[in-house]
C-alpha cells in the first residue's frame, strides 16, 4: 500500500504560477511510473501528466506548454508546475502511482494507477 498525500493547491489568478506536491509514504517496490489527474465540476476525471523512472513525460493536450512534472525518487516526491493556469484548469488534482517501472503504452490510462491521493483543489480566478 502506497500513501499519496498532495498539497499546494490554492486559489491563484489566470496567468499566474502554482506548484503542487505529492509526497508518497509506504512504497516498498522502488521507482513507478506516477502521474496527475485532475476533476472539474460535473466532468470526468481527465489525464494532466505522467513521467516515467526515466524521467519521460507525457502531458494532456489542454496542459501541454504550460505545465511541467518532475520528481525528486530520493525524496519520493513528485511535483506539477502549474504556468499560465486559465479559468479552465480549475479542477481538484489528484496524484497517482503505477506498479510499473516502465510502460510502452500511454500513461493517460487511468487503470495503470492502483494508488491515488485525496486530491487538493485548485481554483483559478480570472
Known amino acids: 500500500q502506497v500513501t499519496l498525500v498532495e498539497s499546494g493547491g490554492g486559489l491563484v489568478q489566470a496567468g499566474g504560477s502554482l506548484r503542487l506536491s505529492c509526497a508518497a509514504s509506504g512504497r516498498a517496490r522502488g521507482c513507478v511510473i506516477m502521474g496527475w489527474f485532475r476533476q472539474a465540476p460535473g466532468k470526468e476525471r481527465e489525464f494532466v501528466s505522467g513521467i516515467g523512472c526515466d524521467g519521460n513525460s507525457y502531458y494532456g493536450d489542454s496542459v501541454k506548454g504550460r505545465f511541467t512534472i518532475s520528481r525528486d525518487n530520493a525524496k519520493n516526491m513528485l511535483f506539477l508546475q502549474m504556468n499560465n493556469p486559465n479559468s479552465e484548469d480549475t479542477a481538484v488534482y489528484y496524484c497517482?502511482?503505477?506498479?510499473?517501472?516502465?510502460?510502452?503504452?500511454?500513461?493517460?490510462?487511468?487503470?495503470?494507477?492502483?494508488?491515488w491521493g485525496q486530491g487538493t483543489q485548485v481554483a483559478i480566478s480570472s
Open positions: 497517482a502511482a503505477t506498479r510499473y517501472n516502465w510502460y510502452s503504452g500511454s500513461y493517460s490510462s487511468e487503470h495503470l494507477y492502483v494508488d
